[in-house]
């Protein structure tokens, strides 16, 4: 099964014809490690889906990147706002290894809003865009950066292990000393333990 078809069916289950007219504006394409699939101040016209590899949204603030989230694979991604919008990116998307994506242009992405499948899908993923976007949020105003480093360790350990600690820090709002001085603290606490 098609990875995009099997992602769309954790949502919805979709008829073959269905499906058949999804994957028709389907274009599948190869990035690079450290490729930019998105830059900031370029209007977003595409719907992506990533098969495999890791993405990092990041934002220029004062001479630095800031890490605003990670993505990993099996996912729907886009710059909500620039793509809904047709405004320029705030964010940059960029790949943390090889990636495969696929891609859907805008104008096939609301054609297909005609087919009900298609567009339960599409309702069910901006509800959970915008479940994780308050979760985030909540997080930063409530958690502390052990915390959510902690979090992202239960959730995602992969990620952690394969995203550059620098990246990480900057996601946490910290420096990276200080996110070496917890991951030490994690460490030691773990041990503790066993």
Partial sequence: MHPFRKYISNYTPLSNDEWDRI?????????????????????CKKLYFLESGF?????????????????????????????????PAEDNIETLENCVVWEMSKSDTFDLLACPKWSEFVRKLVQEVQYYTEQILEELQNKTAEERYIKMIEE?????AKVPLKHIASYLGIAP?????????????AQKLT
């Fill in 177 to 189: 000393q200080s996110l070496s001085r917890i991951r030490k603290k994690y460490v030691d606490d």
């Fill in 55 to 87: 993405l990092r949204y990041y934002v220029f603030k004062d001479g630095s990147d800031i890490s605003k989230y990670f993505t990993v694979p099996p996912y729907c991604f886009t710059s909500q706002r620039s793509f809904a919008n047709e405004i």
């Fill in 23 to 43: 994957e028709k504006c389907l274009v599948r394409k190869e990035y690079k490690k450290g490729q930019v699939i998105l830059q900031s101040g370029k209007v």
């Fill in 156 to 160: 995602n350990n992969i990620l952690i």
